[in-house]
């Protein structure tokens, strides 16, 4: 795609007309780089809040966050707190005991989650909220990216970075406002948007919910959210989607492949994994897409997207047009590098699903000679809730290699019930060839002795994994 068409978000501090409530502000976020927080506090800096903010750890995030102009710490205690804050913000992921949100809560100033401020920011727009199990990323990025490259000026919070927007966050002067919404912790639930869609629903976050029905049950309550002049666009192919719309009381509209869904995708072909399409609304011709990322989920994320440009004003040719050039999102599928015929590729799947669509589309789209995994699970408690799961999950693998379970949320004593080693046992029963090796740099070693010309190396996980495919990228260079 040419430069010329790359959508940079604004970075002037310059507050927007209709966000004077924010200028001047002082904000400090708990857990800031985080993704969504960090996306969260550039918005607000772009309405004119005095940004301040801490993590457990360094990051890239926060480096954003600083270079912005924001006052970041690492590491978190009483002291960071900003002696005078109009406003606390912390993340989800954020425990009660932390000694910031004790303090904030003691001093007096309003203190409120991520999504709470979100649903804040999204009330004096025109909202579109994009929720699911999977694609949520993708699905908004496409969003934004389409209303932006047709000239909405839209404002946006994505979960993930988009080279095309020049991040995960921005502000325009358009009338909408285009959200990923989160379903971890409800969170999702402090939302109010205008048009909005489920892509689908799978069993995730088992640490707040208590089994899949729940998870139904609470896409129903963000469903009811959607006013009765707003739309819903919901997967009808998927029947946990269909159960949780039931009693939406705003007009629903389906996509899928199937015949019925009222946004229906026909005559797919593909070439290496990029999929080109017919799109028929309400069984009539409305235009034809074809796809820059690869794997047969993104057709759904498109069908997603492509219904809810159509809801925000846009025509089918300027829908076909941005989906064409869209290139998705950091961390979905990235290539980091392709050197002496090896391939190193990085990725954000931490669900059994998304592990088996992208190595799926991996395949499609490199066609190597072997594909070899190094999957880092994502929390005890989703690694012991979805065990099989997980082991099915990688048979277009030739090597998995897992380092230890990613730590985070989980108590000690959950700690304790499951290892990286009990997966590689369950993956080895159903046929798979694994390996675990607990540290990255056991992982590196083994991969720089035993990598040769055909290999796709693939990093997955919600952690920090992608540090190895960084490293391995490194001795590539250094040895070409």
Request: a negative charge; hydrophobic letters at 45%; aromatic letters at 8%.
């Amino acid at each position: 795609m040419p430069e010329s068409m790359t959508i940079q978000a604004r970075t002037s501090l310059k507050a927007e007309p209709f966000g004077s409530v924010y200028l001047g502000m002082r904000v400090h976020l708990i857990g800031a780089g985080g993704v969504g927080m960090r996306a969260l506090g550039q918005v607000l800096m772009l309405r004119g809040a005095v940004l301040s903010g801490s993590d457990s750890e360094p990051s890239e995030a926060l480096d954003d966050l600083a270079a912005a102009g924001a006052e970041v710490s690492v590491g978190q205690c009483a002291e960071n707190l900003p002696d005078e804050c109009d406003l606390v913000v912390y993340s989800a992921a954020i425990d009660q005991s932390n000694p910031e949100l004790l303090a904030a809560r003691q001093s007096g100033c309003e203190v409120i989650k991520y999504s709470r401020m979100l649903g804040r920011l999204m009330s004096d727009r025109e909202g579109i909220a994009i929720a699911g199990t999977h694609g949520k990323s993708t699905t908004t990025a496409m969003v934004a990216y389409a209303l932006a490259a047709a000239g909405k000026k839209p404002s946006f919070i994505v979960g993930a970075t988009s080279r095309q927007l020049g991040g995960p966050s921005g502000i325009g002067d358009g009338r909408h406002f285009v959200v990923e919404a989160c379903e971890f912790d409800r969170s999702f639930l402090n939302l109010s948007p205008t048009f909005a869609a489920i892509l689908n629903i799978e069993e995730d976050h088992l640490d707040c919910f208590e089994n899949l029905d729940a998870i139904i049950e609470a896409f129903g309550a963000f469903a009811a959210k959607v006013p009765t002049c707003g739309v819903l666009v919901a997967n009808g192919d998927d029947r946990s989607v269909a159960a949780a719309v039931r009693e939406a009381s705003c007009k629903v509209q389906t996509f899928g492949l199937t015949e019925g869904c009222y946004w229906r995708g026909v005559n797919l072909t593909s070439d290496r994994g990029l999929f080109r399409f017919d799109v028929l609304v309400g069984g009539s011709k409305f235009g034809r897409i074809a796809l820059r990322i690869p794997g047969r989920h993104n057709v759904f994320n498109a069908l997603a997207a492509a219904a809810l440009l159509h809801h925000a004003g846009l025509s089918a040719d300027e829908i076909a047009r941005a989906v064409a050039e869209f290139e998705g999102v950091h961390r979905r599928m990235t290539v980091k590098a392709q050197l002496g015929g090896i391939t190193v590729a990085d990725d954000y799947a931490h669900h059994p699903t998304e592990i088996q669509v992208t190595l799926r589309a991996a395949k499609d789209f490199f066609n190597p000679s072997r594909i070899r995994c190094v999957f880092q699970p994502h929390q005890h408690s989703r690694t012991r809730f979805l065990l099989e799961d997980f082991a099915r999950s990688f048979g277009q693998a030739d090597e998995i290699i897992l380092p230890d379970i990613y730590f985070v949320r989980d108590s000690e004593r959950e700690k304790e019930r499951i290892s990286a080693h009990d997966l590689v046992a369950e993956i080895r029963l159903k046929g798979g060839d694994a390996v675990c090796l607990p540290e990255f740099d056991l992982i590196i070693d083994y991969l720089k002795r035993s990598l040769v010309p055909g290999d796709l190396v693939i990093t997955m996980g919600a952690g920090d994994v992608w540090k190895i495919a960084d490293e391995i990228v490194r001795w590539l260079e250094t040895d070409s």
